[in-house]
């Protein structure tokens, strides 16, 4: 492996040397709560002087199209779908997040691979298989595991906006009506990101609490990094 | 890395460069194995309906990276592997595949994407039953295709590896670069190498020996048109096979 920043073969026709930003990932289940926090992380930051570039799943324009026809039809298979995520995460990865890190930004990314990793591996699909494929993908500086108990997060989506198909799992046929299906793929995705932190470090955080108290929690694990690179860059004065 | 085809079915892949003459080869033999009485079956590179769209737009932008490129054509693949060419194995059909995972590796490999990496992503996939290589040097490939066509496409030119601004300087090198990937990949796979040089008829006798070895003694599908024709013409003859 020529670089140390990537999981593994990363992109091995790219010379990339320098990646003096940081990139700062939020996972966790749906309903958790992170496109709020990453809102307010980034006002915070941008408030505190950095350069900021947010990102999250499906927003490449490559495929963004493709995989929201994709996934309303019938004829799609858990390798067809998993394959459409990587292309997605590649496209911004390459395009986005390399050349904002490139450029000093804070890249803070509404979750990573790693739920896509999760969603699979219910589905059947091999878990070697998907940890060789995100070889491509770039460490992360800090990967921050918003967990909350699944009784939580189908009260929040209940009263916010409702539950949908994916989220619900209803592919999967766990239930026959969409809220015990929620509960029970819920609770299987929650089994994987345990398994997933352990893997990948992940810091996790009590998204159980109210709003607020969440935001301090992610803000002291962020001051915390930023604050090691100050000190890091004083040393040699 | 491949699976090994534990189906009751058969695939049968053809592979090589641009301008090989795969494809009039597995027209060929598709018409005669179905004229044979077989259940079979063809899947062509890059044609999945649900892919499509993105790649045409990929295409028309020049928004690829040689790894969304990679990604994306093995999407496509996916796609028809799910849908068409395993549940049709499983059903005991013969397969015919013009271009597979082969293409991927070589062509992919030529952009610079990782070789463990790519063979990691097809590894769904079985190894098939026979995969006919068709050689060509590359001057024949290349004058063949550029007598063919008005124009050469971006990317099939490897337009996008900054290779030469000369587009057609730029098709021989990037085809250079895939003959190169091919040939190390014979030994690594079995690919049986056919000369694409000799006649189109010459060849085929070739591809019809290797594909009878292939199916002797193999009891697939029963093509339910066949067996009917079959049943009225030999009535006696299906009675002593019975006993």
Same mark, same amino acid.
């Given at each position: ?91 911004? &990865?390459?395009?986005?997040? =390399?050349?904002?890190?490139? #450029?000093?930004?804070? +890249? $803070?990314?509404? *979750? ?25 993908? &770039?460490?992360?500086?800090? =990967?921050?595991?918003?967990? #909350?108990?699944?009784? +939580? $997060?189908?009260? *929040? ?25 929620? &509960? ?13 932190? $352990? ?39 | ?243």
């Amino acid at each position: 492996m020529k670089s140390p920043n990537f999981y593994g073969a990363g992109f091995p026709y790219r010379d990339i040397q320098q990646l003096p930003g940081k990139l700062i990932v939020l996972e966790g289940t749906d309903g958790v709560g992170r496109s709020t926090q990453i809102k307010l992380l980034r006002r915070w930051l941008e408030d505190e002087g950095y350069a900021v570039s947010d990102t999250g799943l499906t927003r490449s324009t490559l495929t963004a199209s493709g995989l929201e026809a994709a996934k309303s039809g019938h004829t799609l298979g858990p390798l067809t779908l998993s394959l459409f995520y990587l292309a997605d995460f590649a496209d911004r &990865l390459e395009n986005l997040i =390399i050349p904002a890190l490139q #450029a000093g930004f804070i +890249v $803070l990314s509404d *979750r990573y691979f790693y739920s896509v990793m999760a969603r699979d591996a219910i589905r059947g699909v091999d878990k070697s298989w998907s940890r060789q494929l995100y070889g491509i993908a &770039l460490r992360p500086d800090l =990967i921050l595991y918003m967990k #909350a108990d699944v009784p +939580v $997060l189908a009260q *929040r989506l209940i009263h916010g906006r409702g539950l949908n198909y994916w989220e619900a799992g209803m592919d999967l046929h766990l239930a026959d009506n969409m809220y015990d299906s929620f &509960l029970t793929y819920q609770n299987l995705l929650t089994k994987e990101f345990d398994e997933l932190a $352990l893997t990948y470090n992940f810091v996790t955080v009590d998204a159980n609490q109210k709003s607020d108290a969440i935001f301090e929690d992610l803000k002291t694990h962020i001051l915390e990094l930023l604050h090691n690179r100050l000190t890091k860059t004083k040393k040699p004065r | 890395m491949l699976k090994p085809n534990t189906t009751k079915g058969k695939l049968i892949v053809v592979e090589g460069i641009d301008g090989s003459g795969k494809s009039t080869q597995i027209d060929l033999l598709f018409k005669w194995l179905q004229t044979q009485g077989y259940s079979v079956f063809f899947s062509e590179w890059n044609s999945s309906p649900l892919v499509k769209s993105t790649t045409k737009a990929a295409k028309k932008e020049k928004s690829f990276t040689p790894t969304t490129f990679s990604i994306l054509h093995c999407t496509d693949f996916a796609n028809r592997w799910e849908n068409g060419i395993y549940p049709l194995l499983k059903a005991g059909a013969i397969v015919l595949a013009d271009r597979y995972v082969f293409t991927a590796f070589a062509r992919d490999v030529a952009r610079g994407v990782d070789p463990e990496w790519v063979r990691n992503m097809y590894s769904f996939a079985i190894k098939p039953d026979a995969a006919l290589y068709f050689r060509v040097p590359l001057d024949v490939a290349v004058e063949r295709i550029t007598a063919a066509r008005a124009s050469l496409k971006y990317y099939e030119a490897g337009m996008d590896l900054n290779l030469s601004d000369n587009i057609n300087e730029s098709f021989k090198l990037f085809q250079g670069k895939i003959l190169d990937q091919y040939d190390q990949m014979v030994d690594e796979f079995g690919l049986t190498l056919i000369d694409g040089t000799q006649p189109v008829k010459e060849q085929q006798k070739k591809v019809r020996v290797l594909i009878k070895k292939v199916l002797r003694g193999w009891e697939g599908l029963p093509n339910p048109n066949k067996a009917a024709a079959s049943a009225r013409s030999s009535q006696p003859a299906a009675e002593k096979g019975g006993k």
